[in-house]
């Protein structure tokens, strides 16, 4: 049976939650694979949203196993009161499985996070949740694994060999008073038992899965042009979003993927900083920020908002390998007269049809725009592809041309019902 990636293809955001949800209906397995609680997941079901930042979004099905997979960088005091809020709401988390090797985000890593983006000349636009200096320190070889959260004695062991390196850090560099390994400690100690019963090897878990025939989805966060290798460097986050970070994030091997499908708003937003072609500064912008609700699930940060850019999309086909396209947010373009794709890029009067790899070259183009007609009617509750607006389907198809790559599904609203399947995965 297949394994299949979802990915998100523009800068986060695109609603990878709701298609990840919509999709573990169907799904034995769900597994998250890279990025920390800087990611924001917010699925509806029956009118209530449930708000998930490091959990799988396969959580709300009672019989699917859900993993978070050795890639993703865990803080486990936001783990533990994540699954609280879910068993508050009367959602089992007793399904939930969490890789041993897993990094672990410490309480210096947050303070390290803020302190060097306030001394950086160039803001990154960090959410400060110490995803990044924990990201550093596991490629460093000076991390602690979820593993060493088992008994207080491995973590004293592990706090005895790094925190003098991070205090001196701390100290010298930042005049921050550091921390003692009993005040990290007296916040983790608590959480053991908890941990002790998630801990198992994420990449024999979907293994297992994927012998006995099972259906397996693998779950990134953020986006494609926020990875550390190819996207807008260095305003990225610190792991592989990507398709081909989901291979070593689950520790499986990439011949097992048959396919990944990537997800793309109608239109385009970004947080924080860095370049973005087809920003809209004006009513326009705001509106789709208004309809849209373009306000982050974890920072609350108002979302940058533009016309849909084909050429990143299309950079996202190729870097990932799409197989297909999950289109979300249709809806928010109910309301304009006209719409408009981004085609290409004029760069200082050449035209420009792939996404340039040069942030500096990227900063100086600017759009070449497709006009399409709006449909001016509402699709929330339109179940079909041929019950969408002439219109609508004429901007989908036009979609699919330019960025070369087929629509699988298309979202008309937050909740799962509110999805059209013209090819399912499984």
């Known amino acids: 049976m297949p394994i299949v990636v979802v990915v998100g293809a523009q800068w986060g955001d695109e609603g990878k939650g709701k298609v990840t949800d919509f999709l573990a ?9 890279q990025g920390g ?6 699925v509806v079901v029956d009118g209530t949203a449930y708000k998930l930042h490091l959990i799988p979004s396969g959580i709300l099905y009672p019989n699917t196993l859900c ?5 993703v960088v865990v803080d486990p005091v936001v783990l533990c009161r994540e699954m609280k809020y879910l068993e508050d709401l009367g959602i089992s988390t007793e399904r939930l499985a969490v890789s041993s090797t897993a990094h672990v985000i410490l309480p210096y890593h947050k303070v390290l996070d803020e302190l060097e983006e306030a001394d950086r000349l160039e803001k990154i636009g960090t959410t400060g949740r ?13 991390g602690i694994r979820m593993r060493d959260l088992q008994s207080e004695e491995s973590l004293r062991r592990a706090l005895d060999v790094v925190l ?41 878990l979907v293994e297992t899965a994927y012998r006995k025939g099972q259906r397996v989805l693998c779950e990134g966060a953020q986006g494609t042009l926020l990875d550390i290798d190819h996207g807008t460097y260095p305003f990225v986050t610190s ?40 920003e809209l500064r004006d009513e326009i912008g705001q509106a789709i920020r208004d309809r849209g609700k373009e306000y ?7 979302r940058r908002c533009g016309w ?35 085609t290409e890029y004029e760069y200082h009067g050449q035209p420009l049809s792939e996404f340039p790899t040069d942030l500096r070259v990227l900063e100086e183009c600017r759009p070449v725009y497709r006009e399409l007609p709006g449909w001016g009617r509402d699709t929330t509750n339109v179940k079909h592809w041929d019950d969408l607006p002439e219109a609508a389907r004429a901007y989908l198809q036009a979609v699919a041309e330019e960025i070369d790559c087929p629509i699988q599904y298309v979202s008309v609203g937050p909740g799962r019902e509110q999805t059209i399947t013209l090819k399912a995965v499984f």
Do not use: W
């Open 37 to 42: 609680n800087n990611a924001g997941h917010t």
């Open 296 to 302: 982050g699930t974890t920072t609350g940060r108002p």
């Open 164 to 204: 003098p390196q991070k205090n001196k850090l701390l100290q010298k560099l930042y005049d921050h008073p550091g921390f003692t390994v009993d005040q990290i400690l007296d916040e983790f100690s608590p959480l053991g038992p908890t941990i002790r019963r998630l801990l198992s090897d994420s990449s024999l």
């Open 239 to 278: 792991s592989s979003p990507t398709a081909g970070g989901a291979a070593p994030g689950l520790g499986i091997g990439p011949t097992r993927i048959s396919q990944v499908v990537g997800v793309v708003k109608a239109y385009t937003t970004r947080v924080g900083e860095g370049p973005f072609v087809t």
């Open 130 to 142: 110490g995803i990044g200096p924990a990201y550093a320190d596991k490629y460093a070889r000076n």
């Open 25 to 33: 209906s169907q799904a034995d397995v769900v597994a998250r694979y």
């Open 308 to 342: 849909f850019d084909a050429v990143m999309a299309r950079y996202s086909v190729r870097i990932n390998g799409l197989t297909g396209v999950a289109l979300t947010l249709l809806d928010v373009l109910d309301a304009f007269d006209t719409l408009k794709i981004c």
């Open 67 to 71: 993993i978070i997979g050795s890639g």
